[in-house]
Structures are given as C-alpha cells and as structure tokens.
C-alpha cells in the first residue's frame, strides 16, 4: 500500500473554491433580504385588517403573550354599532395601553403602528 498521498488536482482546488464562493454569496443574498423584511417600516393596517393583525419578530420587542391578549380584548370592540360608552373606554385603554419589552418579540414600530390605527378607528368622527 502506497502511504504517500496523492497530489491535488488543480481542478479539484477550482471546484471547491467555486463551491465555496457560490456558498458565500448565496448567504450574502439571503442576508440582505432578512435585514430589508427586519427593518421595513411597518404600513398601517386596513380598516378590515384591525381584528386580524400579524406583526413581524423583532429583538427587542413586545412579549408576545401580552400584546395577544390584548388585541383578543380589543376584537370585542370592533364591531361595527359600538356605543359611545363603550367607544370612550375602548379608545382610552387603547391610548395607555403598555407592554412589556422581552428580548424577541413583535416588533414595537408594527405594533404602535397598528395602535395608531386603533386610535384613529374608536376616535370619534
């Protein structure tokens, strides 16, 4: 048995490299996509889209859990024959509303976004 190695092929060392670069820049390609997703400004939600929102991850953000229940509170309130007791007390639980920052979470400009339109919709006309 031959204990001596077998010579690199030129050919071989061009392939890997090729390999490798593709590899690179394939990463570089998905990377600026997740930072352009991650730090687009989150659109106001449509008059339709306040009871069913999505917020994107963030780190940090609002803790999910809290930000959840309160939009479950919320929903009971978007109908359309609210009255203007119930209107009053919405807008201004919707106008303190506090949550608190975990390290991931939904991202806070989505969220005040989305509270901006809360605000806009129980304000009255």
């Known amino acids: 048995m031959d204990t ?14 090729a390999i490798a670069a593709a590899c690179w820049l394939v990463f570089w390609v998905v990377r600026g996509w997740l930072r352009t997703r991650i730090h687009a400004t989150p659109s106001a939600p449509e008059a339709g889209d306040l009871a069913t929102a999505t917020f994107p991850i963030a780190k ?3 803790k999910l859990r809290d930000v959840d229940r309160f939009l479950d509170q919320v929903q009971a309130w978007l109908t359309p024959t609210l009255a203007d007791a ?14 608190a920052v975990a390290r991931s979470g939904y991202d806070p400009r989505a969220v005040d976004t989305h509270l901006d339109a809360l605000i806009a919709r129980f304000s009255p006309p």
């Open 86 to 99: 119930d209107r009053a007390t919405a807008l201004n639980t919707v106008t303190n509303v506090r949550f």
């Open 4 to 17: 001596q190695a077998a010579p690199i092929d030129f050919g071989t060392v061009l392939l890997y490299l």
């Open 60 to 62: 940090p953000g609002y």
